[in-house]
């Protein structure tokens, strides 16, 4: 009970901190998606994306595989009639 009255104290705390803080007005300009679209078709001219999603893909199915196959090896040792 003490700790929970040293958390809410805490909490009121907190909460005043904040609502003193003035109000933050952000932004955003209306071209930020063109601009995003423009970069990555940029650097998907440079960047293989298909290739890289290929080599992704295969080094997350073998990690996958790795550990299915090392907690496959943990349960079977655990097992008594081994």
Avoid: C, H
Avoid at 45 to 62: A, E, S, W
Wanted: cysteine-free.
């Amino acid at each position: 009970m003490i700790i929970e009255s040293i958390f809410d104290i805490l909490k009121v705390a907190i909460i005043v901190n904040i609502q003193i803080l003035p109000k933050v007005n952000i932004s955003i300009p209306a071209d930020v998606g063109i601009k995003i679209a423009e970069i990555i078709s940029g650097v998907k001219y440079f960047l293989p994306v298909k290739d890289l999603g290929l080599m992704l893909f295969i080094t997350l199915i073998v990690t996958n595989w790795w550990i299915i196959w090392k907690s496959l090896q943990r349960i079977w040792d655990a097992l008594p009639f081994t």
